[in-house]
């Protein structure tokens, strides 16, 4: 068995051959040469390309090391997410959506009911889902959640969702599969947005669904196929290249973000704080007997008296963009009020920390936090 960053840098390549590339480039093609019947493993390139192939051999290695998983990837985490929504559900079933999850999944509820499906929510922490899951045929979990950085038990949802014949699916965006392994939690299907930190550039849109079920896996395919949401190839191997360095990221990232959480705790201005691989945080005891080797994300919530306070604050850090996403290798930080998608207070702030030296981070953003103290005059 090997470790994680061994893993990750071997994840996917193809049996190494005389003269060729380790990772092959991208597969640039519409379509395949294709003689005779109409099967093969490439034949029409909204069906199958070998970057993507490479790609989820790697990702799927990830996510279930010590079982055969496949994996589809797709334009966009949104892509993923609504593959399994849409391909799993018809008129008449239920469905349990977290209500404090990814600010779109109010947009998919209003979609899903509009088709005849019953949408029940219910919040993140305290494994509230529980009390919604009778007759429902799946469960969607977010945890950690985006932006509120709450954390729910998979085992036990998994376990209950599953005695009642609900299939369960787990966002894994924001832990990646090096911090979480739902598949080995119980859920039917991870499920997460590559464009944050399992590439972790700012420079890729990508999604993914892993599954150890091949009917599952069939019907996402077919459905990625319906709809056409197919990741570029040269995105593929952009995200199949950054696989490689996904250790290191998530090392770095993740001691900076418990470092920056810790100095905020300190500041008498700053509420609200959340970070689940802080000992005080109320999600820290279950995100450590879920998560893995002390990979809790790179997310720092956190919330700023009010909207000016906020705004000076971000307006006077140095290392750090003011842009939405996270786990970049360049630390952002926004107000996520001023997208009104998620139930969050005017000062809050979600701050995603990248690979620069922790100590660099603190001082900048403790500079700034003096500054934004300061009343303008
Ligand atoms: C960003 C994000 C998504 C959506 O991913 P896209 O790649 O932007 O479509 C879904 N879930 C979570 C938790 C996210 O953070």
């Known amino acids: 068995m090997t470790g994680d960053s061994t893993r990750a840098v071997r994840a996917g390549l193809p049996v190494p051959e005389a003269y060729e590339p380790s990772l092959p480039g991208p597969v640039f093609a519409a379509h395949y040469h294709l003689p005779g019947d109409a099967t093969g493993p490439y034949t029409y390139g909204r069906e199958s390309n070998p970057t993507w192939t490479r790609l989820e051999s790697a990702i799927g290695g990830l996510e279930s090391p010590d079982e055969p998983a496949q994996t589809v990837t797709f334009a966009s985490g949104m892509a993923a997410i609504s593959a399994v929504l849409f391909s799993c559900l018809r008129s008449g079933d239920a469905v349990v959506l977290p209500n404090d999850g990814y600010q779109l999944l109010p947009a998919v509820r209003e979609r899903l009911e509009s088709y005849g499906i019953e949408v029940r929510t219910a919040p993140t922490p305290g494994d509230a889902q529980l009390d919604a899951l009778d007759g429902a045929r799946l469960l969607w979990i977010e945890t950690p959640s985006n932006p509120g950085l709450d954390v729910c038990d998979i085992r036990r ?84 290249r950054s696989l490689a360095t996904l250790a290191l990221r998530v090392r770095q990232q993740s001691a900076g973000a418990l470092a920056l959480a810790a100095a905020l705790r300190e500041r008498p201005e700053v509420t609200g704080l959340r970070h689940p691989g802080l000992p005080s945080d109320p999600a820290h005891e279950i995100a450590v007997r879920q998560m893995r080797d002390g990979r809790f994300g790179n997310v720092v919530s956190f919330t700023l008296p009010d909207r000016a306070h906020a705004e000076r604050f971000l307006a006077a850090l140095t290392l750090v963009d003011d842009a939405t996403s996270f786990g970049s290798v360049r630390s952002t930080a926004e107000r996520r009020g001023r997208w009104g998608g998620d139930a969050v207070p005017e000062g809050f702030i979600r701050f995603s920390v990248g690979v620069e030296e922790p100590a660099d981070l603190i001082a900048d953003v403790t500079a700034a936090l003096d500054t ?3 009343r303008p005059s």
């Open 157 to 240: 949802l998994a376990e209950a969702a599953h005695a009642r014949g609900a299939l369960v699916a787990v966002d894994n965006t924001l832990a990646t599969p090096l911090g979480q392994r739902p598949l080995d939690l119980g859920a039917d299907f991870s499920v997460a947005s590559g464009t944050k930190a399992l590439t972790g550039h700012g420079d890729v849109l990508l999604g993914y669904v892993a599954t150890r079920d091949a009917a599952l896996a069939d019907s996402v395919r077919m459905w990625r196929k319906t709809v056409g949401a197919i990741p570029g190839p040269m995105e593929a191997w952009l995200a199949h």
């Open 372 to 374: 934004a103290c300061e």
